[in-house]
């Protein structure tokens, strides 16, 4: 089976057109050591850019799956920057700072599921987990209680 499509692109995606929709400012803090990025290096902190992505703010957006583009002015000047779907460490409102951060392998294609150890019942014998030994019918499902029901009014 082939690997699953990275999640974060979604997330991305998802979370730039809900901040928009809210009428607030969307902004993209970017890992400036990710080869492919392309942004004004003299406006990074340690590694690291914040940009406001709202469409006031660019020109000739796009963003898909696997980047982010577009013109902005830095200091008056128009610049083209590129940004790498898997560069973006957290996408968020200005306003209020609500959004989210990526974890480091959230863009991996390599989904890792845990592998499971085998049960071992009352017996000793290991079972797969599912209540099922396989060494034949069934146990009878568990029978309901009996009686009336019994409700209480709390006040």
Do not use: C
Request: charged content about 20%; cysteine-free; aromatic content about 10%.
């Amino acid at each position: 089976m082939a690997g699953n499509s990275p999640l974060q692109p979604y997330l991305l995606i998802a979370y730039y057109e809900w901040i928009l929709d809210n009428e607030w400012t969307p902004q993209i803090l970017v890992d400036t050591s990710h080869p492919q990025v392309d942004v004004p290096m003299q406006f990074a902190n340690d590694g690291k850019i914040v940009l406001n992505i709202a469409p006031t703010a660019v020109a000739n957006f796009e963003l898909n799956h696997d980047f982010v583009s577009f013109n902005a002015r830095f200091s008056g000047q128009s610049l083209g920057l590129y940004i790498p779907t898997s560069s973006i460490i957290a996408i968020y409102a200005r306003e209020n700072d609500q959004g989210i951060m990526f974890s480091a392998n959230m863009y991996s294609d390599e989904t890792t599921e845990p592998e499971l150890a085998p049960i071992k019942d009352e017996n000793g014998s290991e079972t797969d987990g599912n209540g099922a030994d396989g060494d034949g019918p069934d146990d009878e499902p568990p029978k309901p209680p009996k009686g009336k029901p019994n409700l209480k009014v709390v006040k």
